[in-house]
């Protein structure tokens, strides 16, 4: 019921698809390992995913010995308007979308990892600082630096689209 959604969630962390299946199946274990510890209090949904962000950013860490701290890089249509228009416009923006992605998962992990948690899980630089045991001014200073990665990225592919 939650794979897709999770895995989703997984991709964001981690690049590679099947490095990303793996974090998601461990994440999934623990779910099933620790479910008698959930308490209602919140959604299953938001409990599973926190494991799952929680299981990426620990792969994060076994696989680079201190990637935090890196430098590195490694419109709403109305149902009046032209039926076509509005095939053309959901088709542009899904392609927004996947080239966002795909530009997500070019960012080093430290990068990566802070802008997720920032922009997609919603959470403090404060949070980001204790969760990764890392300085609140690294959290900002690597999510500046994903914002203009992100920009560079996002520009580079635009240009080969219009080029097409």
Same mark, same amino acid.
């Given at each position: 019921?939650?794979?897709?959604?999770?895995?989703?969630?997984?991709?964001?962390?981690?690049? +590679?698809?099947?490095? $990303?299946? @793996?974090? &998601?199946?461990?994440?999934? #274990? /623990?779910?099933?390992?620790?479910?008698?510890?959930?308490?209602?209090?919140?959604?299953?949904?938001?409990?599973?995913?926190?494991?799952?962000?929680?299981?990426?950013?620990?792969?994060?860490?076994?696989?680079?010995?201190?990637?935090?701290?890196?430098?590195?890089?490694?419109?709403?249509?109305?149902?009046?308007? +032209?039926?076509?228009? $509005?095939? @053309?416009? &959901?088709?542009?923006?899904? #392609? /927004?979308?996947?080239?966002?992605?795909?530009?997500?998962?070019?960012?080093?992990?430290?990068?990566?990892?802070?802008?997720?948690?920032?922009?997609?899980?919603?959470?403090?630089?404060?949070?980001?600082?204790?969760?990764?045991?890392?300085?609140?001014?690294?959290?900002?200073?690597?999510?500046?630096?994903?914002?203009?990665?992100?920009?560079?990225?996002?520009?580079?592919?635009?240009?080969?689209?219009?080029?097409?």
């Amino acid at each position: 019921m939650f794979y897709g959604k999770m895995m989703a969630v997984s991709m964001r962390y981690i690049a +590679d698809r099947d490095s $990303a299946q @793996e974090v &998601l199946q461990v994440s999934f #274990l /623990k779910v099933f390992d620790k479910l008698e510890h959930f308490d209602f209090t919140g959604s299953l949904e938001g409990w599973i995913r926190r494991i799952v962000t929680n299981t990426a950013i620990d792969q994060l860490r076994k696989s680079k010995k201190d990637p935090f701290l890196s430098d590195q890089d490694n419109d709403f249509i109305s149902m009046t308007e +032209d039926p076509m228009q $509005a095939k @053309e416009f &959901l088709e542009h923006t899904q #392609l /927004k979308a996947e080239l966002a992605q795909k530009a997500i998962t070019q960012l080093s992990p430290a990068y990566r990892t802070v802008f997720n948690l920032y922009v997609i899980e919603q959470l403090s630089h404060k949070e980001i600082a204790e969760q990764l045991g890392i300085s609140e001014g690294t959290s900002k200073s690597n999510l500046a630096k994903a914002k203009m990665n992100l920009q560079r990225l996002l520009k580079e592919q635009f240009i080969q689209i219009e080029k097409r």
